[in-house]
């Protein structure tokens, strides 16, 4: 099972901390430092594994992958397999990608609720439930739309392109 | 140029809103960026929480405006502060008609709320509405947010609804609703065990999606209960085999590889089924050999599946062409570049080194560049595939490897794990008594603080008993060995506490024992120790002991003990110390200053912290003393059972008030570093009646090998007495399992020269042609670390006669394996905190004596060994808790008594016991069902 998907910014500042077993605020912060104080001690060029039992208890492993000024974590236990987790994370950032259209750290900050929707599109409960981008935008573009058309107050169409146009 | 963009996106979606968001949150957002400080950020945080605070109080916000400030809560908890004054307002918001709003409120509150949170009862109305919408994509939000704040209570509540989804006409809902099923499996089985069938359903969807999405349910069930879903081994390896020969629609590849999720779920379910089941094992042999030949190793998620099958393999009863592939793989993970792969590499030896033990060899080389690797993961991992392969041969260059790491490193939790696996080995391989002190020191000295206060006592018990042997000069040169080294290292700075409260131990017990060191020289060091550590008063309470020790033996031996001023002083200081404990000590001790030596040496006698002290349980010299008391007209007394009886009939309140003692009996087991977890245990303590007879008929059969044990031990206890008295035995473990392995690897190093001669060469031969120049340092330490196993392997192959190593110690087990008869590691667990009893065992006694017999001996017993040395790590340890009561030890001075403990850990042996119950229950897959997946795909 999946426990924690969590993104952060290589100053440590948390861009999105999903657990999936209920935790109290304080100790959310606490092993978002955690992981962040260890992070980024390792060197580059190693793997991209870390079995971090002191802070999320036995058997709890975690991968990461440093992609330009962000992490992405995700902490899950004995039951997952390492490498496919990794790909999991890179399932997760063509996604995102491709929703974004290149996505870089602002679009994170800024669209938070997206970037939930996409998440839950892709792990349900702390178990993996999609694995194909194709699938996983569909999925969110049709929620988009229906937003976007339920939102009769919504000034701005909630697809991507909606503001590309002003870049 | 990336500025440029930045900036361009911060202008569009200033000036739009974004995503909805206004241009505040855009500017919190900025600010909180560009925070230079923690503080600075809090500051923002703050003012940040009252302007909400302020607007949520506002009337008539309008929706839009609503929805931003919840995100900004939201976002504010992120950063860690708290904001549960906004909460009811997001739970308001999912009561939404609009799905924007809707959706917003349910992130928000599944982000805030646990599921035992009050404001939870608010919604679980408008999720049940929400779970009969006709628009799937409310029922998904619905579904996502019953995953998290839904529990035990409210569950039956949306249950029914979720059933109903199981059926609904979107795949993406039916995957759902199962994956809610599962989340309520996980929170409370019981509620959902009528819906397990379901499961199984599910399974023959005809979404290829949810089929996969049946399997996390199913890994979980089978998890729990393997024996109840043998039937769907079949099933699986058929699914299996499908998805690889792409029989699946083209949109489920994830770089070329067909639904590689799906094919690695299956193999851990495979893995749980086939373990230790021949027939089962036997149908996935093809898949798996299919799987190796197809892989694609080249990409990452081909190789996640190459290591599934290495695990899968490690857990069924693999066929030798599956391990030759298995350990194929496992030397391309080794020799690759990437570190992650290497991680895999090191695990999947790991894991396949307790089937054949070989492997490990022809990868020496690599694993010592792991070893040696900057990548800390990497390194640990290594360290942990080392632990599994220690045998007494290699013992020495692991420990040392390992308490250099230890040393080296910063993290407390990773340093207890590590110093703790130092110790472990160390009891259980040690070479040499001398070595064994000097490791001791090592993980003292660096690590002291995180070991267990037991291996504290058992290395004061080991210098204190000496090692079994006879031979009284050896023992006196150890401990002289200790005595220098402890003098040596006390004059570093900064000691852990425990290591201080050991050497102050040793110090007195033996720091003059051989004349070399004078008394005033030993007290005045201790004296050095007590003020340098003034603030802890367990090492003042050891140093005063000691020096108490330091004098009477001088008394004793006549000489004329003058007490040197800094210790005069120390002793007044402790007499009026805030601390009873130490004051009693430094009273004890001026007393014995005024004694003669004849009293002092009946008080502290030398070198006696091993003898007994008899008790006498009945008290029967105050006979007399109570025969007169009633005939001058005294109360007999009542024992303590029928005084209870007697109360229950006439007062309840006094009878509570006598439980109270009985309480804190209860109490004291509590406090033992490491409770049993024996439920009898306690029952025995709770209930107030004398030792029940299952415990002495249970010893019986058990203790034929340690009655013997102890009766050739010097230390005889009267027992039985003491247990009757205090209704819970002691056990001394039958040592004869855990002494094999020692022995066993004795054996095979009686020929060290042989195994390294031959090891070092057969690697060098074949690593040659790749890789010209090796360090010849390393060789060495391949050498030594591998050199064991080969020699062990030969000593194998002469020993077993015949036996084809790998298969040999894989499917012979569970016939030839010694465990059916011991009996369940816990009982033999067992505690007595009071200071009554017991002897000692000491595993280095057994340990020297089996070395001797080691020579003799070869035939039988060796393939015993061989079985626990080569097909596991021994993992047996033989821990010895030994009480220091620190009452007996203000007013005696010198621990006396000890509590022996030998637990064993067979946990390497897991699998064959499991392989053996799975025979004995005749648990064969006999109903299978060939069409179950047949509508996948039609």
């Known amino acids: ?161 909606g503001w590309r146009g002003g870049r | 140029m990336e500025q440029l963009k930045t900036i361009g996106r911060e202008l569009a979606m200033g000036s739009q809103g974004g995503f909805g968001q206004s241009k505040e949150f855009l500017d919190l957002v900025k600010s909180i960026g560009e925070a230079r400080s923690k503080a600075e950020e809090d500051r923002i945080v703050l003012s940040e929480i009252d302007i909400l605070k302020r607007k949520l109080l506002e009337p008539d916000i309008p929706k839009r405006k609503m929805k931003e400030y919840i995100i900004r809560l939201v976002y504010i908890e992120m950063l860690g502060h708290d904001a549960s004054f906004g909460y009811i307002h997001a739970v308001k918001m999912t009561h939404d008609d609009n799905l924007l709003l809707k ?281 942990e595939l080392l632990y599994k392969m220690t045998k007494s041969s290699n013992v020495e260059v692991i420990v040392d490897r390992m308490t250099d790491y230890m040393i080296s490193i910063n993290d407390n939790h990773y340093k207890t794990e590590i110093a703790s696996r130092c110790v472990e080995l160390a009891e259980q391989f040690a070479p040499s008594n001398q070595w064994f002190i000097q490791i001791m020191n090592k993980v003292f000295e660096h690590a002291g603080d995180l070991v267990n206060i037991k291996v504290a006592h058992n290395l004061m018990r080991l210098i204190a008993e000496g090692f079994g042997e006879d031979d009284d000069d050896a023992d006196s040169k150890l401990r002289l060995s200790a005595v220098e080294s402890y003098l040596q290292i006390m004059s570093e700075p900064k000691l ?38 003034s603030s802890d008063e367990t090492v003042k309470g050891y140093a005063v002991s000691a020096l108490m020790k330091i004098y009477a033996f001088e008394i004793a ?15 007044e200081e402790l007499l009026a110390s805030h601390s009873t404990d130490l004051q009693q000590r430094a009273y004890e001790l001026q007393a014995l200053l005024a004694l003669d030596a004849r009293a002092v040496e009946s008080i502290l006698p030398l070198d006696a912290s091993c003898e007994d002290i008899e008790v006498d349980k009945d008290l029967s010299f105050l006979n007399g003393y109570i025969q007169q008391a009633i005939e001058s007209g005294a109360q007999p007394y009542i024992s303590e059972r029928e005084r209870s009886c007697m109360l229950e009939t006439t007062d309840y309140h006094s009878r509570d008030h006598h439980e109270v003692p009985s309480h804190a009996l209860r109490f004291e087991a509590y406090e033992r570093p490491k409770p049993s977890s024996l439920p009898t245990q306690a029952s025995t303590e709770l209930v107030p009646v004398p030792e029940p007879s299952y415990y002495s008929e249970a010893h019986q059969p058990i203790s034929t090998s340690s009655v013997s044990e102890r009766e050739s031990s010097e230390i005889k206890l009267r027992l039985d007495g003491v247990k009757q008295k205090w209704g819970r035995p002691s056990y001394q473990s039958s040592t004869s399992a855990s002494s094999t ?53 030969s000593d194998r192959k002469s020993s077993s006669g015949g036996h084809k190593p790998a298969k040999g110690t894989a499917s012979k087990p569970p016939k030839e394996n010694p465990i059916p008869v011991q009996p369940p590691p816990d009982l033999l667990d067992f505690g007595e905190p009071t200071a009554t009893s017991v002897t000692a065992t000491d595993p280095f006694k057994e340990l020297e004596g089996l070395m001797d017999s080691s020579s003799q001996d ?59 119950l799975v025979r004995q229950m005749g648990v064969n897959p006999t109903s299978q069902n060939p069409t179950l997946f047949k509508d996948l795909l039609g």
């Not at chain 2, 495979?270 to 089962?280: F, H, Q, R, V, Y």
């Not at chain 2, 506490?497 to 017990?509: A, K, N, P, T, Y």
């Not at chain 2, 031996?557 to 002793?571: A, H, M, T, W, Y």
């Not at chain 2, 030994?882 to 007013?891: I, K, N, V, Y």
């Open chain 2, 496 to 533: 852990p506490s425990l290591f201080l409260q050991v050497i102050s131990w040793v110090l007195g017990e033996y720091g003059t024992a051989d004349g070399k060191y004078s008394a005033s020289y030993i007290s005045g060091k201790l004296c050095d120790v007590a003020d340098a550590y």
């Open chain 1, 1 to 161: 099972m999946i426990k924690a998907v969590m993104m952060m910014n290589t100053q440590g500042k948390p861009r999105l901390a999903k657990f999936y077993d209920f935790l109290p605020v304080e100790k959310q912060q606490e092993l978002i430092r955690g992981v962040f104080s260890v992070l980024s001690s390792r060197p580059e060029n190693v793997s991209n594994f870390l079995e971090i039992d002191s802070l999320f208890g036995p058997d709890s492993r975690l991968v990461y992958k440093h992609y330009a000024t962000l992490y992405f974590v995700l902490v899950f236990d004995g039951s997952e397999n390492e490498l496919a987790m990794l790909d999991l994370i890179q399932v997760l950032v063509e996604t995102l990608d491709k929703c974004f259209s290149n996505v870089c750290e602002l679009d994170i900050v800024f669209n938070y609720s997206k970037l939930h929707t996409v998440l839950d599109e892709i792990v349900f409960g702390g178990q993996v439930l999609e694995t194909r981008t194709d699938e996983v935008m569909k999925a969110v573009e049709e929620i988009s739309k229906l937003e976007a058309a339920s939102n009769s107050i919504s000034l701005v169409p909630k697809s991507v392109s």
């Open chain 2, 103 to 383: 959706r917003t409120g349910y992130l928000a509150v599944t982000l805030f709320l646990n599921e035992d949170h009050d404001l939870i009862i608010l919604i679980v109305n408008t999720i049940q509405k929400d779970l009969r919408s006709d628009n799937y994509l409310v029922v998904c939000a619905a579904l996502n947010a019953i995953c998290r704040l839904i529990n035990e209570e409210t569950i039956p509540a949306v249950l029914p609804q979720v059933v109903d989804l199981l059926n609904h006409q979107k795949e993406a809902v039916r995957k759902k609703a199962i994956m809610a099923l599962h989340r309520f499996h996980r929170k409370s089985p019981s509620s959902v065990s009528h819906l397990i069938s379901n499961f199984r359903k599910r399974l023959c969807d005809n979404d290829p999606g949810v089929m996969g999405a049946t399997l996390c349910p199913l890994f979980d069930l089978i998890t729990e209960d393997v024996s109840s879903y043998k039937d769907l081994v079949s099933s699986f390896v058929s699914i299996l085999k499908q998805v690889t020969e792409r029989r699946l629609p083209k949109s489920y590849d994830y770089h070329q590889m067909p639904a590689p999720f799906i094919q690695i779920k299956l193999l851990k379910i495979m893995a749980l089924l086939g373990c230790g089941d021949k027939s089962a094992s036997e149908i996935m042999y093809m898949v798996l050999g299919d799987l190796f030949r197809k892989c694609d190793s080249s990409t990452n998620i081909g190789n996640a599946i190459l290591y599934e099958c290495i695990r899968c393999i490690s857990c069924i009863i693999p066929s030798p062409k599956l391990l030759e592939a298995a350990a194929d793989a496992i030397s391309k993970f080794l020799k690759s570049d990437s570190h992650n792969l290497k991680y895999m590499g090191i695990d999947g030896l790991g894991r396949l080194i307790k089937i054949s033990p070989d492997i490990a060899e022809q990868h020496q080389l690599a694993v010592i560049d792991c070893l040696e690797d900057p990548d800390d993961t990497l390194k640990r991992k290594t360290f």
């Open chain 2, 741 to 793: 392995p020692p022995q066993a690897a004795n054996g095979t190093s009686s020929h060290p020269d042989v195994g390294v001669g031959s090891s070092s060469l057969k690697p060098r031969s074949s690593y040659e042609s790749k890789k010209p120049e090796i360090d010849p340092e390393k060789q060495r330490l391949a050498a030594s670390l591998f050199g064991g196993s080969s020699s062990s392997r």
């Open chain 2, 557 to 571: 031996f006549g000489r004329k003990v003058d007490v040197l001023p800094e210790c005069q002083s120390l002793i």
């Open chain 2, 858 to 916: 070869g035939g039988s017993t060796d393939v015993m060994g061989v079985l626990y040395s080569d097909a596991a790590p021994v993992t047996t340890t033989t821990s010895v808790d030994s009480l220091l009561s620190e009452l007996s030890d203000s007013s005696k001075g010198n621990p006396d008594t000890y509590q022996s403990q030998t637990s064993k850990g067979p946990n390497s042996k897991e699998a064959l016991e499991k392989d053996a």
